[in-house]
């Protein structure tokens, strides 16, 4: 019997991660409040974080970084087949601090701090975690990805104090019980090679 291949035949875009929260008011039909957080180990821009967020606790759309060098690559390279708005490079990148608190098998918090905004993203409740492989090609995207969900039942986005009202709604991913909001850790982004 052949050795199974052990090596990606891809390209790595970008490892880290990208959790994300999306709330709706009417089950996931619309979305009320759309986050996306990216601790990005390592990329051609280097390494950091951004926050993407909509929501009208910031009053439309947000770039916070603290390295805007990543947050323009992410907009180039994956937001752009992810959440079109996000993409948009004429939005200006806010320097934040990026800090997590709690742990997985409990309540995991993401602050993000400005100048003049302090986000907060939370996940609790917790279901169990799967991995998401979508190679090169597939669902239209000439990029893939290979991600850890932890898809949560309970999750928050607050900007100064003030929380959002929408909420998680449950969502089936490619037939794994699910959630609108998921910590997506492990997280690496591949492209065909050359």
């Not at 909509?54 to 060098?69: C, F, H, I, M, Q």
Request: hydrophobic share 40%; glycine share 8%; aromatic share 8%.
């Amino acid at each position: 019997m052949p050795d199974p291949q052990m090596v990606d035949p891809h390209d790595v875009v970008m490892t880290g991660e990208n959790s994300f929260v999306r709330l709706s008011m009417d089950g996931g039909k619309t979305i009320a409040d759309r986050v996306s957080h990216w601790r990005v180990l390592w990329s051609p821009a280097g390494q950091g974080h951004a926050l993407f967020v909509e929501s009208p606790l910031t009053k439309g759309l947000r770039v916070y970084a603290d390295n805007a060098g990543v947050a323009r690559f992410l907009q180039r390279t994956i937001e752009l087949l992810l959440h079109k708005p996000f993409a948009d490079e004429s939005l200006p990148v806010i320097d934040a601090e990026f800090e997590r608190t709690g742990n997985s098998l409990s309540t995991v918090e993401e602050r993000v701090i400005s100048d003049e905004d302090e986000v907060i993203l939370s996940w609790w409740d917790l279901m169990a975690p799967f991995v998401l492989t979508v190679p090169p090609g597939a669902m239209d995207r000439p990029i893939g990805v290979y991600s850890t969900f932890l898809p949560a039942r309970g999750a928050q986005l607050s900007v100064n104090g003030a929380a959002a009202t929408a909420k998680v709604f449950l969502q089936d991913r490619f037939g794994r019980p699910g959630s609108s909001c998921c910590l997506a850790w492990s997280e690496t982004w591949t492209k065909p090679r050359g």
